[in-house]
């Protein structure tokens, strides 16, 4: 009776991780696929909600595809970046106060998924947007990201903040180790974070 049990219970582990496998396969292309239907049905009596839901959707599949993997071409990052910010100029219009430039030269660099796009959608979430939001990113022999935002007077709760940059950073630390530095500032009106990456060392050190 207790091997019988233990295969059953075997049996059911399986079974639940054969559902489990099955809805994450479904569940990302059931919901493309509804977005593209609603993006379909707008597109033609509204362009602005039209391409609010297409910055959705690629916003979506890079947030399931990207974190598939360790590591990402900092391109694709970029890439989601910017469809973020274009989907926070639809929402907010001319409330919206941003200063954001790229420069340097665009390498195919690999890194952790989400880390720079999750401080930027904290720059939005907890930051006022009459205020300058402030984004940078220079791609060269070091990748140099930047971001800063007023903080809002109403938000009195940074737990959420702590650990979403505490995540960030031991990403950071586990994939490049002392290649990375960083710099985080907050006082009663500001918030920044600067991240330095030694591009060539950590390419040097992964070589050998």
């Known amino acids: 009776m207790r091997e019988e049990n233990l295969r059953r219970m075997a049996d059911q582990r399986q079974y639940i991780g054969q559902i489990d496998f099955l809805r994450a396969q479904i569940h990302p292309h059931f919901l493309f696929n509804t977005l593209n239907l609603v993006y ?43 469809e973020y910010l274009s989907l926070q100029r639809l929402r907010l219009g001319e409330k919206l106060n941003l200063e ?73 630390e586990m994939y490049f180790g002392e290649n990375v530095k960083w710099e985080i500032h907050q006082d009663q009106r500001i918030f920044y974070v600067s991240i330095i990456i030694n591009t060539i060392s950590h390419e040097m050190h992964n070589s050998r």
Request: aromatic share 8%.
């Open 100 to 172: 954001y430039s790229k420069s340097g030269k665009p390498e195919p660099f690999l890194v952790p998924p989400l880390c720079f796009i999750s401080l930027v959608e904290n720059a939005f979430k907890y930051g006022e947007i009459k205020d300058p939001i402030q984004i940078s990113i220079d791609i060269g022999e070091e990748i140099r990201f930047y971001c800063s935002n007023s903080i809002r007077r109403d938000f009195k709760d940074n737990t959420a903040t702590s650990v979403g940059l505490k995540n960030v950073v031991r990403q950071l």
């Open 40 to 82: 379909s049905e707008i597109a033609e009596l509204s362009e602005k909600a039209g391409n609010a839901v297409l910055s959705l959707t690629r916003l979506m599949r890079f947030s399931v595809e990207g974190t598939k993997f360790e590591a990402i071409s900092i391109l694709a990052e970029i890439e989601a970046i910017e």
